[in-house]
């Protein structure tokens, strides 16, 4: 069965950064995503977990999604919806389930994100990215 996530590149267009998590647990970084939750859409989905990861308002600019389909390496097979949006403010969102946000020029994303797949998504994503923040 596959495993259904939704998440997004997040850009703050004052600052021109993109948002970046850190997960201790898994020694990685990672763009805010997680896995879809009953009776939740996609874009419900991507705008909570980057809520929940980033503690902040993810606001969707483009509804169609970057799709990535991928074995994680414990052998779970997920199909994720990435989506482009911008940084609205600071979320009310009270999830423990936060991880340290590290805020990155676009030119930095790419070497800092651990996975190819990641890196696949933001290649998509880049000149959407740059557009934005200028």
């Known amino acids: 069965m596959k495993t259904l996530k939704a998440g997004c590149i997040l850009a703050n267009t004052k600052t021109g950064k993109v948002a970046l998590v850190k997960r201790e647990k898994r020694n990685d970084v990672s763009f805010p995503k997680g896995?879809?939750?009953k009776g939740e859409s996609l874009l419900e989905c991507a705008i909570r977990e980057t809520a929940e990861e980033t503690k902040r308002v993810a606001k969707i600019v483009d509804k169609?999604?970057?799709i990535d389909r991928y074995t994680t390496p414990l052998g779970e097979e997920c199909e994720c919806h990435m989506f482009?949006?911008?940084d609205d403010g600071k979320s009310n969102n009270t999830s423990t389930d936060t991880h340290d946000t590290i805020w990155v020029p676009t030119s930095e994303v790419e070497s800092?994100?651990?996975y190819?797949?990641?890196k696949k998504q933001?290649?998509?994503f880049k000149d959407k990215v740059e557009?934005?923040?200028k």
Request: glycine share 0%; net charge negative.
């Open 64 to 66: 169609t999604p970057y």
């Open 116 to 118: 190819e797949s990641l």
């Open 112 to 114: 800092l994100l651990t």
């Open 84 to 86: 482009l949006a911008i």
């Open 35 to 37: 896995h879809l939750e």
């Open 122 to 124: 933001w290649h998509f």
């Open 131 to 133: 557009k934005l923040i």
